[in-house]
Nanobody
Framework: QVQLVESGGGLVQPGGSLRLSCEASGIIFSFYVMGWYRQAPGKQRELVATRSSGGSTNYADSVKGRFTISRDNPKNTVYLQMNSLKPEDTAVYYC?????????WGQGTQVTVSS
């Protein structure tokens, strides 16, 4: 049974930081491209960042220079360090694991940026 469990969301003031974590089980973690997506109210889910085991990364233009995705393969965990947060970063953040046609999602964690 595949599980992706996110943690680290919460309420933060504009300009603040948060680190999201996602621990995976039931998959060969190193095979998968791991990513973070987000969905704001009334909007479609969008890519935030992805990272392969080989280190290749991809970021949405809106988060470049502010967010960093990293992974710890022995711990089956992917992280998203979010700095200089803006109100428009408010969304539910979802962890994603993808390998070929196999794709899995976490349950999501809420991030709210507000003063």
């Amino acid at each position: 049974q595949v599980q992706l469990v996110e943690s680290g969301g919460g309420l933060v003031q504009p300009g603040g930081s948060l680190r999201l974590s996602c621990e995976a089980s039931g998959i060969i973690f190193s095979f998968y491209v791991m990513g973070w997506y987000r969905q704001a109210p009334g909007k479609q889910r969008e890519l935030v960042a992805t990272r392969s085991s080989g280190g290749s990364t991809n970021y949405a233009d809106s988060v470049k220079g502010r967010f960093t995705i990293s992974r710890d393969n022995p711990k089956n965990t992917v992280y998203l360090q979010m700095n200089s947060l803006k109100p428009e970063d408010t969304a539910v953040y979802y962890c994603n694991a993808e390998w070929g046609r196999a794709t899995y999602w976490g349950q999501g964690t809420q991030v709210t940026v507000s003063s």
